[in-house]
């Protein structure tokens, strides 16, 4: 199993950016999704989740700025940030709890990252 996320980049204060995270391998099941980001020097820290059946949640600090969506027949989990500000800078890195096999238990799954940097 393999999660690619793809998406960020440098962008000015105010302005968006759009990532995505698809999930491929030998997947049966997927159940929550999420987005995490970890800043130089801080802890990995939990940004928005999603679960299959949509239910979302955000950090305080992104409420209301950024959307977590996903598409269940493509696997695939997105991150829409707008108003973006300079504290959001940080590597993004996307999650799965992934069962492979019917009647096998899920395991947490982590893409490689993205970087997010915000500055004008």
């Known amino acids: 199993v393999q999660l690619q996320a793809s998406g960020g980049g440098l962008v000015q204060p105010g302005g968006s950016l759009r990532l995505s995270c698809a999930a491929s391998?030998?997947?049966?099941?997927?159940?929550?999704m999420g987005w995490y980001c970890q800043a130089p020097g801080k802890a990995r820290e939990l940004v928005a989740g999603?679960?299959?059946?949509?239910?979302?949640n955000y950090a305080d600090s992104v409420k209301g700025r950024f959307t977590i969506s996903r598409d269940n027949a493509k696997n695939t989990v997105y991150l829409q940030m707008n108003s973006l500000k300079p504290e959001d800078t940080a590597v993004y890195h996307c999650?799965?709890?992934?069962?492979?096999?019917?009647?096998?238990?899920?395991?947490?799954?982590w893409g490689q990252g993205t970087q997010v940097t915000v500055s004008s």
């Open positions: 999650n799965a709890d992934i069962q492979k096999y019917s009647g096998r238990t899920y395991s947490g799954y």
């Open positions: 391998g030998s997947i049966f099941s997927i159940r929550d």
């Open positions: 999603i679960t299959s059946g949509g239910s979302t």
